[in-house]
């Protein structure tokens, strides 16, 4: 199943600009930009930075890729910040539980409580920053168990739910090379 289908990915966003097409190719024509096909801009961003991380900065309003990034260059705010593979596995966790509703991916915000979670509520919940991706994948299955099965009584709630948060996470993840899928750390 294409799961970016399933859950209409963007779906929310309407009708692409009129001067989409003549913007695109006046960025291309004149900035060497260029039109990335079978990934995400984003994934394709993140692949550039990683091929040189030391000495690239993403400059994005995105905060999506804060993922996967080591510098960040916030074109709203003009901040620069450096992150860390524990910052870059908060963030992901983060969102596995908030979900992201500009790409229309679902999270656990709407059975959690305050129903108005965000950042902060979630970070309290994770914990401190971690370097190890299973501890944080323990602490998210257990919410997602928590709230997703409560009301489902099933002999392969370990399974669904597992698939239910492999789904969102390769919604969610940025890639770092051309090959990388996401896959749950269960270890």
Request: hydrophobic content about 35%.
């Amino acid at each position: 199943m294409n799961w970016q289908q399933y859950y209409h990915i963007k779906g929310h966003r309407g009708e692409p600009p009129v001067h989409l097409p003549a913007t695109r190719q006046y960025l291309m024509d004149y900035w060497g930009a260029e039109d990335v096909h079978g990934m995400e801009a984003d994934d394709k961003m993140m692949i550039e930075h990683h091929m040189d991380i030391d000495n690239t900065i993403v400059c994005t309003v995105d905060k999506d890729l804060k993922n996967a990034a080591k510098w960040f260059f916030n074109l709203d705010s003009r901040e620069v910040i450096q992150l860390s593979r524990r910052d870059n596995l908060q963030h992901f966790w983060s969102q596995m539980l908030l979900g992201d509703s500009c790409d229309n991916i679902p999270g656990l915000k709407r059975w959690m409580k305050p129903r108005t979670a965000g950042p902060k509520t979630v970070e309290k919940l994770l914990g401190p920053l971690e370097e190890d991706a299973n501890k944080y994948y323990k602490k998210v299955r257990d919410h997602y168990r928590k709230h997703l099965l409560k009301d489902e009584y099933t002999k392969d709630w370990l399974g669904k739910m597992q698939e239910r948060m492999l789904e969102i996470g390769n919604l969610l993840w940025i890639r770092r090379t051309e090959t990388e899928t996401w896959e749950l750390p269960l270890k």
